[in-house]
């Protein structure tokens, strides 16, 4: 069995509301939080790649002429 972001989330809900101690509690809370920090980031890259192989990206000195017209703002 494949543990799944989905299955962890699970299981660190399941452990943090039968786990007595408040110091236990608040440790699995941040790793579950951690875990959605991830789901986003992976989401984020997936996004990201699909804009570079659609040629919307500019080159980095494309960047650096945009920002030389910040200056002049």
């Not at 699970?10 to 790793?31: P, R, S, W």
């Amino acid at each position: 069995m494949t543990a799944t972001p989905e299955i962890i989330r699970e299981k660190l809900h399941q452990f943090i509301e039968v786990a007595a101690d408040k110091k236990l509690q608040a440790i699995y809370t941040l790793l579950e939080e951690e875990i959605i920090d991830i789901e986003n980031y992976n989401e984020d890259i997936e996004k990201a790649e699909k804009e570079i192989e659609a040629g919307k990206y500019l080159t980095h000195q494309q960047v650096l002429a945009e920002i030389k017209t910040w200056k002049n703002k």
